[in-house]
């Protein structure tokens, strides 16, 4: 299928303001991705240092867990925010070029950046879902 996309000036314009914003946000998003791994990773120490902390407060799950759950986290905000940056700077080669090229593969990412954030929306409406019901089950139970 091959179509022809004359994009205007403006639409130029407007693409060149949107992938200085995505480059801004994804730089931002590494450095969160960065901070929550150190988080992750340092959980455990950080509790220890608190005075009358209770590790109850984890329940179940206890630390480790927590650490492993915080770095998955951190791994998927960083696939996140790398589909957003190629997104950006493949962008920036196709209006500085006139690539049509390096703008199919930055609009790629885009989507692949969209489908992800899409696919864990989903994700955690089923979790909200799952403890609504757990919850009035559990009143239900208790009433």
Known sequence: MSTSLT????????LNQTRKWTHFLSIVGFVMCVFIAIMALFIGSITALIPDFDNAAFGAIGTGM?????????????????????????????????????????????KAHYRLSGILTIVVIGFYVIA?????????AMG
Do not use: M, P
Request: glycine share 4%.
């Open 7 to 14: 994009l205007t000036q403006i639409a130029i314009e407007h």
């Open 66 to 110: 927590v650490t492993v759950i915080y770095l998955v986290l951190a791994l998927i905000c960083f696939f996140l925010y790398l589909y957003l940056y190629r997104f950006s700077k493949r962008l920036k080669t196709a209006i500085n070029t006139n690539n049509s090229e390096a703008l199919a593969d930055g609009f790629k990412n885009l």
């Open 132 to 140: 609504l019901l757990a919850g009035v089950i559990g009143a239900i």
